[in-house]
């Protein structure tokens, strides 16, 4: 359990863009930040280091820290405690996952008629011909287990051209302010740890994401 100043100074350096990549930080500048002594600056810098919730490189003038993926982890909890405390109606899970490649199976699948047809009069929108799959982290994988308690979707399978089409399920969601579904095979084991996302649009691109790049999902709840 991370102690909650030094989970304060977490979000501080959160704040000045470390979670982005490598932030330039004085004990001064951190002090300031946490109204706190320098040394006290120090030591819960130390403390967030020996969780491994930052990654720090020493200079004389001031020191280079980044926040790691445990460190953004523990954020993300509590934001998620701070949105279930604060929302009126209903919240949403999130699910952070790194982008891998898939089979390609999904470009191919999302360019079906009958798939479209209802993922249209569903989700509202026809899906572009690809899916963005994303590998989770352990740590999310109980928000995965508990998305699986709400209500999906089903999304029949059908016949065409001598094949059979198996069934589908899709979960509404969105990723930043665009509409998206996850989706799930219904006649096969799928992996806990793989989330695959459709939109109306590439994901790709219009996130401007790559492999092993981040990305957040955010699922509604009532």
Request: glycine share 10%; net charge neutral.
């Amino acid at each position: 359990m991370v102690l909650a100043e030094d989970l304060e100074c977490l979000k501080a350096i959160a704040l000045m863009g470390g979670c982005r990549g490598p932030v330039f930080v004085s004990s001064q500048t951190l002090a300031g930040a946490l109204s706190a002594s320098p040394q006290t600056a120090s030591r819960r810098l130390k403390a967030l280091e020996g969780r491994r919730l930052i990654t720090r490189a020493m200079n004389p003038d001031g020191q280079h820290i980044t926040i790691t993926k445990n460190g953004e982890d523990e954020l993300r909890r509590e934001y998620s405690e701070y949105c279930r405390l604060f929302a009126r109606e209903g919240g949403h899970y999130t699910l952070s996952g790194v982008v891998v490649n898939g089979l390609g199976e999904g470009r191919y699948y999302m360019s079906l008629d009958p798939y479209k047809k209802q993922f249209l009069r569903h989700l509202g929108f026809e899906p572009y011909p690809g899916t963005l799959n994303l590998r989770l982290a352990g740590s999310d994988i109980p928000t995965r287990k508990k998305i699986e308690a709400l209500t999906w979707i089903p999304i029949e399978g059908f016949s065409a051209e001598g094949r059979t089409f198996g069934s589908v399920r899709c979960l509404p969601c969105r990723i930043n302010d665009i509409p998206c579904g996850i989706v799930v095979p219904g006649r096969s084991h799928y992996p806990e740890d793989i989330v695959e996302v459709i939109a109306a649009v590439g994901l790709r691109d219009a996130l401007g994401v790559k492999e092993n790049d981040r990305v957040s999902v955010e699922v509604a709840y009532d």
